[in-house]
């Protein structure tokens, strides 16, 4: 069964850096493409990048510039350095594949890594 689990995040000032990590099993990592989302309290859940199986990454606008998304095929791991950290970036960020037929809601895969930025 597709599993994700994400580590890292934690607590920083405004203007600072914090890396998140996703480990996944239970389906074809190295053919999925892959995304983070990001989830605050009483907010939708939003997608803020992804990377396709060869490595290709996509951002929103929200974080074009200071967000950087990389894989590791052989490990099955996806990685989402964060820098230049704004309070509005708090929130639970969520590692989730994109799989044709699942109907598994975004921001509800795993428990998500939560990340906070105080100014």
């Known amino acids: 069964w597709p599993q994700v689990v994400e580590t890292g995040g934690g607590s920083v000032e405004a203007g600072g850096s914090l890396t998140v990590f996703c480990r996944a099993s239970?389906?074809?990592?190295?053919?999925?493409?892959m995304g983070w989302f990001r989830q605050s309290p009483g907010s939708q859940c939003d997608e803020i990048s992804t990377?396709?199986?060869?490595?290709?990454?996509t951002y929103a606008d929200s974080v074009k510039g200071r967000f950087t998304i990389s894989r590791d095929n052989a490990d099955r791991r996806v990685t989402l350095q964060m820098n230049s950290l704004k309070p509005e970036d708090t929130a639970v960020y969520h590692c989730?594949?994109?799989?044709?037929?699942?109907?598994?809601?975004?921001?509800?895969w795993g428990q998500g890594s939560e990340v906070t930025v105080v100014s």
């Open positions: 989730e594949p994109f799989l044709e037929g699942n109907p598994t809601p975004r921001c509800a």
């Open positions: 239970g389906f074809a990592f190295e053919e999925a493409k």
């Open positions: 990377i396709d199986p060869d490595g290709n990454p």
